[in-house]
């Protein structure tokens, strides 16, 4: 009933930018809190930014003054740039939508994860 699609990311030079994309679809009412995270080998999943549907936004210290999240409710997307990457930036990068749906005729409240996609930052 909902899909959570990420596109984008690759390889980068250290310096460089990147911009990642998460699109949920389905029979979405509305979507609340849309969140990116990201897991490097052997880390735990970290939590980088969170935008509300009003569209205030919170990032981890890591990441702050270098990416940015933002959103598009009309096409229920969720946007991360990313600049100034640095070889630590490294990870699978992971788009998490909380949202209500329509499961037959029942409102219902749920998260879903997008599919995960590699950042790569090197020289």
């Known amino acids: 009933q909902v899909q959570v699609v990420q596109s984008g990311g690759g390889l980068v030079q250290p310096g460089g930018s990147l911009r990642l994309s998460c699109a949920a679809s389905?029979?979405?009412?509305?979507?609340?809190?849309m969140d990116w995270y990201r897991q490097a080998p052997g880390k735990q999943r970290e939590l980088l930014a969170t935008?509300?549907?009003?569209?205030?936004?919170n990032y981890t210290d890591s990441v702050k003054g270098r990416f940015t999240i933002s959103r598009d409710n009309a096409k229920n997307t969720v946007y991360l740039q990313m600049n100034s990457l640095k070889p630590e930036d490294t990870a699978v990068y992971y788009c998490?939508?909380?949202?209500?749906?329509?499961?037959?005729?029942?409102?219902?409240?749920?998260?879903?994860w997008g599919q995960g996609t590699q950042v790569t930052v090197s020289s």
């Open positions: 998490y939508a909380d949202l209500f749906f329509l499961s037959g005729i029942r409102l219902t409240s749920a998260g879903y």
């Open positions: 935008i509300t549907s009003g569209g205030t936004t």
């Open positions: 389905g029979t979405i009412v509305s979507v609340k809190t």
